[in-house]
């Protein structure tokens, strides 16, 4: 028997202000240059791939002042504004990239108060749908002292939901204690629920999910598409070729499987891949299939 997924979910569910999210989203960070800095190579073509996401019902598109130093912001701001009325976008801050594309902390009050400054410039946006405030290690500015400036500029109205990115379990108990926490982005696939999601600098989403699902906070995970020579990933290979899909396909189909409080944010720089992507959220996969990814 074939498992029914969700087409869609709510972020901020307990909130005056939910949103409904289509599944899977689109992250544009492949759409910048070299390194993930600066202009793209191809203009054009991450004008059209942002164009088509929306035409393919796509409406929630992830982004971040310090990719390419604004870049995806612009790109989002030029291919879609003004926005339809259900887009979500939601950026992320705590972060900075310098110009020798190091990327560098930026995570005290009024650092993260000029991050909000400037996604709401290149956005061409009054209020911020959603923003995940990033934890970078080895910061000199508290969790909770960072974490509060930014339930502050919720209350001034820059944002209306906020969310935290590359969490530990800790972290994301002590966030929910301070506010409400809308959504959790962090390091997640099929091939990183445990092999990668430590030595690659990331908080994994395994440890998380249980207490996300509990409280129906919308785990967004990151880097989900890397792939790795380990038995996981021949697994999933299988699979694919089961369906007909290739196997960064199956890692999206079946990260939808896993939770209904799944969202997705695959990106890529072309309008074909993009399209391939979201042919993937077609699939049905039976328990049988599921027990035997797990």
């Known amino acids: 028997m074939d498992t029914t997924i969700s087409s869609t979910l709510t972020i901020g569910e307990n909130s005056a202000n939910p949103l409904t999210a289509h599944r899977p989203g689109y992250g544009t960070m492949r759409l910048t240059g070299e390194g993930f800095y600066g202009e793209p190579a191809n203009r054009p073509e991450a004008l059209r791939v942002l164009k088509r996401a929306v035409e393919l ?12 130093q604004g870049v995806t912001n612009r790109l989002i701001a030029e291919a879609l504004y003004p926005y339809p009325a259900d887009l979500i976008i939601g950026t992320k801050v705590g972060a900075i990239r310098k110009e020798d594309k190091s990327w ?3 995570n005290t009050p009024e650092q993260l108060r000029k991050s909000i400054e400037n996604n709401l410039k290149e956005l061409k946006l009054e209020q911020i749908s959603l923003v995940h405030f990033r934890v970078m290690p080895n910061g000199e500015t508290s969790f909770e002292d960072s974490l509060g400036a930014m339930f502050e500029m919720q209350k001034e109205g820059l944002i209306l939901h906020v969310g935290l990115s590359n969490v530990s379990r800790a972290q994301l108990e002590t966030g929910m204690k301070m506010g409400s926490i809308a959504t959790v982005q962090n390091l997640y696939g099929y091939n990183q629920r445990t092999t990668l999601a430590g030595h690659m600098g990331g908080q994994g989403g395994e440890e998380i999910l249980d207490l996300l699902e509990a409280n129906h906070i919308p785990l967004i995970p990151y880097f989900s598409l890397h792939s790795s020579l380990n038995k996981d990933q021949d697994k999933i290979e ?19 499987h896993k939770s209904e409080w799944m969202l997705p944010i695959p990106g890529t720089t072309s309008v074909a891949h993009l399209e391939e992507n979201m042919k993937a959220a077609e699939t049905s996969l039976s328990q ?3 027990d035997f990814l797990e």
Do not use: F, R
Not at 57 to 66: P, W
Not at 238 to 256: D, E, F, H, R, V
């Open 238 to 256: 299988q699979m694919a070729k089961k369906y007909g899909l290739s196997p960064a396909q199956m890692n999206i189909t079946w990260l939808l």
């Open 57 to 68: 019902g796509v409406n929630y598109i992830d982004t971040a002042d310090y990719y390419g």
């Open 288 to 290: 049988e299939d599921m």
């Open 104 to 106: 560098n902390i930026y």
